[in-house]
């Protein structure tokens, strides 16, 4: 029978072979630590892909539920594969639809923005009511590859420098935001963790 270790490298191996973008070793391990650290058990993933990094935070500890939102129907059949294949149903539920259309009223101690890297500002606004009191929001790839921190002019791409800028713009978002506090980590491709703010 496959070990758990042979089948997360299946895992990473199809990103890699399928050019599926997932999170880097050094940023998933800091997610993982981080949810056995603060004792995370609802999990909120924005951008399920094939599901790796939501098995990887069910794997960290046994106490974590995590819904993940998928809106490209491959990858998201993919998930509902591996998900299955690591036995996991029971704690990761998957949802196939765009995350925007989505309404929960459950809250979550994390909810993890992995999804499309345009609508961070969107995806924060829309699912704050589902922060609970003392969670955190983690957004992965906050460096994108080392683009963000270039100068426009040496980002050929328009398309590129359209993403790049709106991944600065929400750097300012959180660094502005007068409600929260964010930390930015240079891990695997730059992780930002926001906290609510004490009052009083």
Do not use: C, W
């Amino acid at each position: 029978m496959a070990t758990t270790g042979s089948m997360i490298k299946e895992l990473k191996e199809y990103a890699r072979v399928n050019d599926v973008p997932i999170m880097q070793d050094e940023g998933i391990d800091f997610l993982t630590t981080f949810i056995v650290k603060h004792q995370i058990t609802h999990v909120l993933e924005i951008g399920t892909a094939i599901g790796y990094s939501a098995i990887m935070m069910a794997l960290a500890s046994p106490n974590v539920k995590i819904v993940s939102i998928e809106r490209d129907e491959e990858r998201y059949l993919e998930a509902v594969k591996n998900v299955k294949k690591f036995g996991l149903e029971d704690r990761i539920s998957l949802l196939f639809k765009d995350a925007l259309e989505v309404k929960l009223s459950e809250k979550f101690d994390l909810i993890f923005l992995d999804g499309a890297k345009g609508q961070n500002i969107n995806f924060f606004e829309y699912f704050e009511r589902n922060l609970d009191d003392h969670g955190f929001f983690i957004t992965d790839n906050i460096e994108f590859h080392g683009y963000v921190s270039k100068d426009e002019e040496e980002i050929k791409s328009r398309n590129l420098r359209a993403l790049v800028r709106k991944i600065k713009n929400y750097i300012e978002f959180l660094q502005t935001n007068p409600n929260y506090n964010t930390t930015f980590v240079s891990k695997g491709d730059g992780i930002a963790v926001t906290e609510k703010k004490e009052i009083g």
